[in-house]
């Protein structure tokens, strides 16, 4: 089955750096590639999601970038806010299953 | 906008008795999921369900769990003999029809178990 990989598991950044999540999944049939974060406490909730026929798609502040060849996807945060403090899970999902599987979780701290 | 709901939010039983736990998916949607997440741990996946019947389960989803769609609307988790170390937050989710797993799940607040 489907083995998602996920680091680091804390990342720390000043207010206004980049911070970036890099996950690596080991089926090469995965197609759906989605990224949740999760505020403590709360639901996970999609933030951006990419698919196995695009290489980058961004969305305002948030990017996200797959490597199909070397089975890598990437989050990308810019100018980031205090807000933006929480806990991120990349998934993936392959084409034969239901089931998507989270990698392990980042957990991103703003400070200002 | 419809969201996925659970109940109840908060439930403490002893090691051994039966648990139910219920969700309401978004009313148009066909694929449901039941996932796990242990205190400042990953989100686990459990079971996916369609067509009133299971489609995929993980290891961790042995005998002692079941899931049911009693009617048109509820979609349960039962958890028959609870063991310590079933406590943990558990999210229903559901997703778009034609979507299966393929796209945005999504979660109920969650359900948090407690077994002492």
């Known amino acids: 089955g489907e083995n998602v990989e996920q680091h680091p598991s804390t990342l720390s950044v000043q207010e206004g750096d980049s911070a970036v999540i890099k996950c690596t999944y080991s089926?090469?049939?995965?197609?759906?590639f989605p990224w949740y974060k999760q505020e403590l406490g709360k639901r996970p909730q999609l933030i951006i999601d990419?698919?196995?026929?695009?290489g980058e798609k961004k969305d305002q502040r948030i990017a996200v970038t797959l490597n199909k060849t070397a089975k890598h996807f990437s989050l990308h945060i810019t100018e980031t806010q205090p807000e933006d403090s929480a806990v991120y899970f990349c998934a993936a999902h392959n084409q034969a299953g239901t089931a998507l599987i989270f990698g392990k979780g980042t957990t991103l701290s703003v400070s200002s | 906008e419809p969201e996925v709901t659970q109940t109840p939010s908060h439930q403490v039983t002893q090691m051994g008795q039966e648990v139910i736990l219920r969700c309401v998916p978004i009313?148009?949607?066909?694929?449901f999921y039941w996932y796990r997440q242990i205190l400042g741990q990953k989100v686990e996946f459990l079971v996916s369900f369609y067509n009133n019947e299971i489609s995929e389960k993980s290891e961790i989803f042995d005998d002692q769990f079941s899931v049911e769609r009693p009617d048109g609307s509820n979609f349960t988790l039962k958890i028959r003999s609870t063991k310590l170390e079933d406590s943990a937050m558990y999210f229903c989710?559901?997703?778009?029809?034609?979507?299966?797993?393929?796209?945005?799940?999504?979660f109920g607040e969650g359900s948090r178990l407690t077994v002492l």
């Open positions: 009313s148009n949607h066909l694929y």
């Open positions: 989710a559901s997703s778009e029809p034609g979507r299966g797993g393929n796209g945005e799940l999504f």
């Open positions: 990419i698919r196995s026929n695009v």
């Open positions: 089926d090469s049939a995965s197609n759906y």
